[in-house]
């Protein structure tokens, strides 16, 4: 496999968005937080919230000390909030185990708390510039486009992704870094799934799907997820009626949160499980760590 590297960094650096987490001086902590917001998260939504994170809590120790009831309310609607909770419980390991600094290798990123595989590779290199294949939605379209001639990526195979992106990265770190980042963002801004913009495209003459015409994907239709009236949807509404006050609340400010009794007991009994919300003793509802009395 072959691609114009050069010509790819090239046009990340004059096309790249300026986006605050890549900003010189920002620091892995940065990155981390940047990237656990990001996931399933668009860019619009993270921005404005990463900035008042970072403000708030610049360091990992600065997030441990934090109430678990201050976070859910500064995530806010970013979505899927029990990464706010995971992202905490990784900071406090950071703060403890690795001097308030996030460590630079793979393995000992993944073995933080609520650390995956992409983000993993993600923070050694972003933040540290370290030769790693990162892999994501984007990163597997433009490389099945670009080298393999197929309309869209199909199904995901981590050994494959990998694979296939390591063979396309050069053996130096700070190079192999930046063509990583490159590749994620030719994806998100012109080698897009619905309406790729090849005429833009640095790479388009050396790219296999262009040389074969362009052909439709004709593999597994990927499912369409919804989110109006999911268990997703509720368990939302009823965080929302939380993160309003500062103070627990009784039974009926979450009932009249969401018409479905049934539904909105299950979300409630999820959200209690996931350590999402706690109950005190005269019966209301409130974050975990609010005030509970």
Same mark, same amino acid.
């Given at each position: 496999?072959?691609?114009?590297?050069?010509?790819?960094?090239?046009?990340?650096?004059?096309?790249?968005?300026?986006?605050?987490?890549?900003?010189?001086?920002?620091?892995?902590?940065?990155?981390?937080?940047?990237?656990?917001?990001?996931?399933?998260?668009?860019?619009?939504?993270?921005?404005?919230?990463?900035?008042?994170?970072?403000?708030?809590?610049?360091?990992?120790?600065?997030?441990?000390?934090?109430?678990?009831?201050?976070?859910?309310?500064?995530?806010?609607?970013?979505?899927?909030?029990?990464?706010?909770?995971?992202?905490?419980?990784?900071?406090?390991?950071?703060?403890?185990?690795?001097?308030?600094?996030?460590?630079?290798?793979?393995?000992?990123?993944?073995?933080?708390?609520?650390?995956?595989?992409?983000?993993?590779?993600?923070?050694?290199?972003?933040?540290?510039?370290?030769?790693?294949?990162?892999?994501?939605?984007?990163?597997?379209?433009?490389?099945?486009?670009?080298?393999?001639?197929?309309?869209?990526?199909?199904?995901?195979? @981590?050994?494959?992704?990998?694979?296939?992106?390591?063979?396309?990265?050069?053996?130096?770190?700070?190079?192999?870094?930046?063509?990583?980042?490159?590749?994620?963002?030719?994806?998100?801004?012109?080698? @897009?799934?619905?309406?790729?913009?090849?005429?833009?495209?640095?790479?388009?003459?050396?790219?296999?799907?262009?040389?074969?015409?362009?052909?439709?994907?004709?593999?597994?239709?990927?499912?369409?997820?919804?989110?109006?009236?999911?268990?997703?949807?509720?368990?939302?509404?009823?965080?929302?009626?939380l993160r309003d006050t500062p103070e627990p609340v009784a039974k009926a400010a979450l009932?009249?949160?969401?018409?479905?009794?049934?539904?909105?007991?299950?979300?409630?009994?999820?959200?209690?499980?996931?350590?999402?919300?706690?109950?005190?003793?005269?019966?209301?509802?409130?974050?975990?760590?609010?005030?509970?009395?």
């Amino acid at each position: 496999m072959s691609l114009p590297r050069a010509a790819l960094v090239d046009w990340f650096a004059e096309h790249a968005r300026d986006l605050p987490w890549r900003a010189p001086g920002t620091t892995a902590w940065g990155v981390l937080v940047s990237e656990i917001m990001l996931q399933q998260t668009p860019v619009a939504r993270v921005e404005p919230a990463w900035l008042d994170w970072m403000a708030r809590w610049p360091a990992p120790s600065d997030l441990a000390a934090a109430s678990p009831a201050d976070v859910l309310r500064a995530w806010g609607k970013l979505g899927y909030p029990r990464r706010a909770l995971r992202l905490r419980e990784a900071a406090a390991v950071i703060a403890e185990r690795h001097g308030d600094i996030v460590p630079s290798d793979v393995d000992t990123l993944l073995a933080l708390p609520g650390i995956g595989a992409y983000t993993a590779r993600a923070v050694a290199a972003f933040a540290y510039g370290r030769r790693c294949p990162v892999v994501d939605t984007n990163v597997r379209r433009v490389v099945a486009r670009a080298v393999h001639g197929a309309g869209d990526a199909g199904p995901a195979s @981590t050994v494959r992704d990998l694979a296939d992106v390591d063979a396309l990265l050069p053996a130096e770190d700070p190079v192999a870094a930046r063509l990583s980042i490159a590749l994620m963002e030719l994806g998100a801004l012109v080698c @897009t799934a619905r309406a790729p913009r090849c005429a833009d495209c640095p790479i388009r003459h050396g790219c296999a799907w262009q040389q074969a015409g362009r052909p439709a994907y004709a593999g597994p239709a990927k499912p369409v997820q919804r989110y109006a009236g999911t268990d997703r949807h509720v368990r939302g509404r009823l965080l929302d009626v939380l993160r309003d006050t500062p103070e627990p609340v009784a039974k009926a400010a979450l009932d009249a949160a969401w018409p479905d009794a049934g539904q909105r007991d299950r979300c409630l009994d999820s959200l209690l499980v996931d350590g999402l919300v706690e109950q005190v003793a005269d019966g209301r509802f409130g974050l975990p760590g609010d005030r509970l009395t």
